[in-house]
């Protein structure tokens, strides 16, 4: 193994904090920043298309209104139907608690279709069946934004690799070690360490503590808050045992010591790398955004309307099917099913792809003769 096969991640998602009266401050987010620039640099990518094909670029705002509504509430009211309808149902006051997670990317496709056919029902020369195409062209672009924001907020995070590549996500981790209340001031993480293992998937990790200054462990106080208490958050937290291995049957591995008046502790842990299933996702969808901009610029005239549009959802939705495979599960209930959610959600979104396809080339074949 050598030391670039795996990264430990465990980026901030806050960029900066606004300060507020009151001694409050408001946080900006990576994902909310990526999800912004998803509509923005598609917006701009709209306005192209618009004025290549004769359309009023006016019209491109309210397009674009549709559209961000669409998303927000498709993919919120997907989450909350698909995946725990039950609990939304009996609690539908939650659903609208938006900020406490939660969004579908399929019931985000859903909200668009239905938003595109209202927006459509407005506009004299633009058919539902043109709209689509143009959105299409876009959809993966703000998909390649949105989980890029997944990445930066650790989360949708994929399976073990069962090897030394992979990502080991560390952030949850950290946040679990400073809310502690044990006078930690900073967590660090970097490869390498004392922990050694034999098993595939398993890599030597540090976990560096910086206690706040003033604090003194004795040997046996580091004994007890270290070697008992920290070792149990390694068997018991899934924001520590989903991400690192600790043997049960083992002491934990750590050293204490202090640099400049200032008191330390390096446990030595192994790593779990995982798929970075979000970077996965964010790649292909780049991908199938350049391939479509390529036949809008260069083959556009040759095809009926819907083609892209169609092309899109048969490549996109494939995509998708197969990185669920090396996604966690979002919900209990889909360990028992031989297909997971995202990839029985994603196979009507295929079919809908294939139909609109022959359609497609029908109509332009009949237009040909």
């Known amino acids: ?63 674009t209104m549709y559209m961000v509504v669409a998303v927000i509430v498709g993919a919120r009211l997907g989450h909350c139907l698909f995946y725990n309808p039950s609990h939304y149902l009996a609690n539908p006051l939650e659903i609208l608690k938006i900020w406490e997670g939660g969004l579908a990317s399929h019931g985000g496709a859903i909200g668009i279709l239905v938003a595109l056919y209202l927006y459509s029902r407005k506009k004299a020369d633009q058919s539902y069946i043109w709209v689509l195409d143009k959105v299409g062209l876009v959809v993966c672009l703000v998909g390649l934004f949105i989980r890029f924001g997944n990445f930066m907020n650790s989360e949708i995070i994929g399976l073990p690799t069962g090897s030394d590549y992979g990502i080991v996500f560390a952030r949850n981790a950290e946040e679990l070690f400073l809310d502690a209340k044990r006078g930690i001031e900073e967590v660090n993480f970097s490869k390498g360490g004392e922990a050694k ?26 004994a007890s808050f270290i070697g008992m208490n920290i ?6 937290y899934p924001a520590l045992s989903e991400h690192f291995y600790q043997d049960a049957n083992q002491p934990l591995n750590y050293k204490l010591y202090k640099e400049r008046g200032i008191q330390y502790a390096d446990i030595y842990a192994l790593g779990i790398p995982r798929h970075p299933a979000q970077l996965y996702e964010s790649v292909y969808c780049l991908f199938i955004f350049l391939f479509l901009l390529h036949i809008w610029y260069h083959h556009r005239h040759r095809f009926a309307d819907g083609f892209i549009f169609s092309v899109m959802m048969i490549v996109l939705w494939s995509a998708r099917f197969v990185d669920e495979m090396f996604k966690e599960n979002q919900e209990a209930f889909e360990d028992s099913l031989a297909l997971n959610m995202g990839q029985m959600l994603s196979i009507p979104m295929i079919a809908i792809g294939v139909i609109m396809l022959i359609i497609t080339l029908k109509k332009g074949k009949s237009q040909v003769e």
């Open 197 to 222: 293992s034999d098993i595939p998937g398993h890599v030597s990790v540090t976990i560096q503590l910086k206690f706040e200054k003033g604090t003194d462990l004795t040997e046996q106080e580091a």
């Open 231 to 236: 070792k149990s958050a390694f068997m018991r």
């Open 1 to 63: 193994m050598t030391m670039l096969n795996f990264i430990i991640w465990s980026a901030d998602p806050t960029i900066f904090r606004i300060p507020l009266p009151g001694g409050n401050e408001h946080p900006i987010v990576w994902y909310g920043l990526l999800f912004a620039l998803g509509f923005i640099v598609s917006q701009q990518f709209m306005l192209w298309f618009f004025r290549a094909e004769g359309k009023n670029v006016k019209d491109v705002d309210q397009l």
